[in-house]
Structure formats: structure tokens, C-alpha cells
């Protein structure tokens, strides 16, 4: 079994600042990792996700995330935010075989001042 | 990639009715998801839906409550049926696709309320 930690649940940041959201994971088998955004009233949408290879994964809309296997950690940064970053992220991890049903962190809300 | 189409996108129900939500994707998949999220919460796991066979509901859920239709390999409905005021949440549906990795894909959600 898996588990998502997002240990924050509220990031107040103002807008061109850098931003980091963390997300710890728990897990007993290898694992892929995402991060999802929900903007307000939609579904998610897919940022990034580590698959294998390179620990550092570049996603859309200029965010990045580092895997950290010995911290079990896939925290995502963007270096300067805008407005429009305000929405909801979920950080999530399925299994790398098996069902690949996805179990989700508690999200956190980005909220992006100007 | 997979779209998927979900409806309604929201509605206002009656305590003690039920209501029936869809799913399209616009290509064939095996399993599809259903999830429920309530308000400030992350997605919760209700059901995994088969065609052909019964969906397997997560702890916690149950068919009597919401029963899942699977006729095809795009389509499946979510029915919460009667309905209290703590079913109030959005409700998700979504499939995985494994071509070239793996990724869940989403509809934009039913927001219910229930009064």
C-alpha cells in the first residue's frame, strides 16, 4: 500500500516569487510519481510525473519536481509564480506494476497574491 | 491521452432522491474509476469499474449506495442514491492509460449538492 503526505494544506505566496510544495510518500514496492492541478471548478490535469530516469522532471506551465528516493520525497518548485498558478495540487503515487490506481495526497491550495 | 466527458457538471438535489452521473471517453479503456471529493479533502477511491463484470467498491462504499453501470468499454454511470446532505461533494471519474508510461486522466467533475 502507498501513502501521500502534503504536509502543507495553504501556500500564500506573492506573485514572481518561487514557490516549493512538498510531498513525502510511503510506499512498499517501486512507485511513479505525479503531481496534478486542479483549477477552480474543473478536473485535474496532469503537471509532471517520474516514471524513471532523471530525478529532476520538468513539467507544464514552467513547474519542475525532484525525485529524492532516499528522502521519499517529490517536491514541486517553480521559480517565479503567477497569478493564474492559483489553483489546488496533488501530489499522488501509484504502484510501477499492478493496477496503477493512483492514491492522492490531501492537496495543497496555491494561493498567489499580487 | 484520453477526454473524457462528465455530466452533469453540477446539481442541487433533494435529500432522500438519487442522482445519476456520466462518463464518456472518447477511447476504449478496461477499468474506470470513480472518486469522490468533499469539500477541503484530497480524492477518495469509491469503485473500480469493469466492463462486463461488477465494480469492486474501496472500503467504506457500497453498491446499494452507489451503484455502477459498465455497458461498454467508454461508458459507465455513478448513481448516489438516496441522497443525505453528506453525499454533498464532487464526484470524479477517470481512467488510467499505460501507452508510453502511465497517467490518470479526469473528468471536470459533478459537483453535487444535496439540501
Known amino acids: 500500500a502507498q501513502s501521500v503526505t502534503q504536509l502543507d494544506s495553504q501556500v500564500p505566496v506573492f506573485e514572481e516569487a518561487p514557490v516549493e510544495l512538498r510531498c513525502n510518500y510511503s510506499s512498499s514496492v517501486s512507485v511513479y510519481l505525479f503531481w496534478y492541478v486542479q483549477y477552480p471548478n474543473q478536473g485535474l490535469q496532469l503537471l509532471l510525473k517520474y516514471l524513471s530516469g532523471s530525478t529532476l522532471v520538468k513539467g507544464i506551465n514552467g513547474f519542475e519536481a525532484e525525485f529524492n528516493k532516499s528522502q521519499t520525497s517529490f517536491h514541486l518548485r517553480k521559480p517565479s509564480v503567477h497569478i493564474s498558478d492559483t489553483a489546488e495540487y496533488f501530489c499522488?503515487?501509484?504502484?510501477?506494476?499492478?493496477?496503477?490506481?493512483?492514491?492522492f495526497g490531501r492537496g495543497t491550495s496555491l494561493i498567489v497574491h499580487p | 491521452s484520453a477526454v473524457i466527458s462528465q455530466k452533469p457538471s453540477r446539481d442541487i438535489c433533494q435529500r432522500g432522491t438519487s442522482l445519476t452521473i456520466q462518463c464518456q471517453v472518447d477511447?476504449?479503456?478496461?477499468?474506470m474509476f470513480w472518486y469522490r471529493q468533499q469539500p477541503g479533502q484530497s480524492l477518495t477511491l469509491i469503485a473500480t469499474?469493469?466492463?462486463?463484470?461488477?465494480?469492486?467498491?474501496e472500503s467504506g462504499f457500497v453498491i446499494d449506495k452507489f451503484p455502477i453501470s459498465r455497458p461498454n468499454l467508454t461508458f459507465s454511470t455513478l448513481t448516489v442514491s438516496n441522497m443525505s446532505p453528506e453525499d454533498s461533494s464532487i464526484y470524479l471519474c477517470?481512467?488510467?492509460?499505460?501507452?508510453?508510461?502511465?497517467?490518470?486522466?479526469f473528468g471536470q467533475g459533478t459537483r453535487l449538492t444535496v439540501v
Open positions: 477517470s481512467v488510467v492509460v499505460r501507452v508510453g508510461g502511465t497517467e490518470a486522466f
Open positions: 469499474a469493469n466492463q462486463g463484470s461488477e465494480a469492486t467498491y
Open positions: 499522488a503515487v501509484s504502484p510501477s506494476g499492478g493496477s496503477y490506481i493512483p492514491t
Open positions: 477511447s476504449q479503456v478496461t477499468m
